[in-house]
């Protein structure tokens, strides 16, 4: 079997899995359900890292392994999960759509230059990096579940540019090169807490529903002819 299969990619395979799972459901209108996946996977994203670095013995190939699954099933996760969300709550029309290919361009960017980096660092150095090249694309695990909330306080339409440019600034903010010193254990222990308290409150206050309406297309060739 090609691949490397040990306890050190177990989490962002997991991760990768709760996001495609979140992605089912918010298609068939489950949002509660697809915000509370897109925070779990967050969740296994930030713990994968350190512990894969547990792991003493690993070759330079088995590191190259993870650094590229692990971007791999980000590109999911967190480029193409949170888009799926925000244009089925709404985020449609021309506008809509720039903004939704922006940002999935821009964590495209950022992913393959963190590969870029991240590979070079590791032929020079053993220890993990303390900062970050712009905002990690992680973040949005964090973004995204707050500004659900809002959706108990702002009327509909307005929820709808509050995504719009929640996802603008992100992305934006994907490919910027600031340094960000990447947050300690305690740091990290407090966006836990937000977070699962913000999803707490969706899942059971939230009445965010939006049931699937398949459209029937007819053929081209009768759009043509007729």
Request: hydrophobic share 50%.
């Amino acid at each position: 079997m090609i691949g490397y299969y040990d306890y050190t990619v177990v989490l962002t395979y997991f991760s990768l899995i709760c996001s495609v799972f979140g992605m089912t459901q918010a298609i068939d209108g489950r949002f509660r359900t697809a915000i509370a996946c897109l925070a779990l996977s967050g969740l296994c994203d930030m713990f994968d890292g350190k512990i894969a670095r547990k792991k003493k013995d690993r070759t330079s190939d088995q590191k190259l392994f993870g650094v590229q699954i692990d971007s791999l099933c980000d590109v999911v996760c967190f480029g193409a999960f949170p888009v799926l969300i925000c244009f089925l709550l709404g985020m449609k029309g021309v506008l809509g759509y720039l903004v939704i290919a922006y940002y999935s361009v821009c964590s495209v960017i950022r992913l393959a230059f963190f590969n870029v980096l991240e590979t070079n660092r590791q032929r020079v150095e053993n220890c993990p990096n303390t900062y970050y090249h712009g905002l990690p694309i992680t973040s949005i695990t964090i973004i995204l579940p707050l500004v659900f909330l809002l959706n108990f306080v702002m009327p509909e339409w307005a929820f709808k540019w509050v995504l719009l440019v929640t996802l603008l600034i992100v992305g934006t903010l994907f490919i910027i090169n600031f340094k960000l010193k990447k947050p300690s254990n305690k740091m990290l222990c407090v966006f836990v807490i937000v977070v699962a308290c913000a999803v707490v409150v969706i899942l059971l206050f939230s009445r965010y529903h939006i049931s699937r309406t398949p459209l029937h297309e007819n053929p081209l060739i009768e759009k043509l002819l007729n």
